[in-house]
């Protein structure tokens, strides 16, 4: 059993939105547990700002593993800094993460500057690296923008393109268990390439790993 809670779009800019997420995070803190990861699927600053991400730094503060993601209102090279510890660049962010005996890969969505999103060349050769070393173990991708219509024509007029390329990929592996995603600022799952799509779920999801029922 893989315990999984799952949160998106913090959009950390000023108290109030502080207040928002803690208050999310000291109620998922106080859980008894155990919690094998808590995912937040971007959107983690509103303005992609340094001092920003010094806030979401202290928000996402938990002794829970914590896994994120960037999306279309972050920005590589302050996130790089201060969530990663690493120098700024421009390259995607990609990363890994094994938690509950899975495998979490952590795909940056993002188009500088842009609001809607695309897995480009080097991230899906890095995900397909992912899943080739992944062996038997079961596998969850995730992602910040959603690669279907969400039928809410703002939300699918920036959702993630190129989606026959990542449905492709993810089908040539069984052990793919389901695809995460934020974004639309709403709780809702759908599907995708046949396998469990939840998107910005608003509550803790609990898995069962190696099996496709939510």
């Given at each position: 059993m893989i315990?999984?809670?799952h949160i998106s779009d913090i959009h950390i800019d000023d108290q109030r939105s502080i207040d928002?997420?803690?208050?999310?995070?000291?109620?998922?803190?106080?859980?008894?547990?155990?919690?094998?990861a808590i995912l937040t699927t971007g959107d983690l600053a509103d303005h992609g700002l340094h001092t920003e991400y010094l806030d979401v730094a202290k928000v996402l503060d938990s002794h829970w593993p914590v896994l994120h993601l960037p999306g279309n209102h972050d920005v590589r090279g302050p996130y790089r800094e201060v969530l990663l510890d690493v120098p700024a660049s421009t390259e995607p962010i990609n990363q890994v993460a094994h938690v509950g005996g899975a495998v979490f890969a952590l795909c940056d969505s993002s188009i500088p500057?842009?609001?809607?999103?695309y897995l480009d060349d080097v991230t899906l050769a890095w995900l397909e690296s992912v899943l080739a070393e992944s062996g038997d173990a079961p596998v969850f991708v995730c992602f910040h923008h959603p690669p279907v219509l969400l039928h809410m024509p703002f939300v699918d007029g920036i959702k993630q393109s190129g989606e026959d390329r990542l449905?492709?990929?993810?089908?040539?592996?069984?052990?793919?268990?389901?695809?995460?995603?934020?974004?639309?600022?709403?709780?809702?799952?759908?599907?995708?390439?046949?396998?469990?799509l939840p998107h910005d779920v608003p509550r803790a999801l609990v898995r069962r790993?190696?099996?496709?029922?939510?």
């Open positions: 315990v999984l809670a928002r997420a803690t208050r999310v995070m000291s109620y998922l803190n106080t859980l008894p547990g155990p919690i094998d500057g842009q609001a809607d999103g449905a492709a990929l993810v089908s040539r592996y069984p052990n793919v268990v389901a695809l995460l995603c934020g974004h639309a600022h709403t709780g809702a799952a759908s599907t995708f390439a046949g396998l469990p790993a190696g099996t496709n029922t939510l």
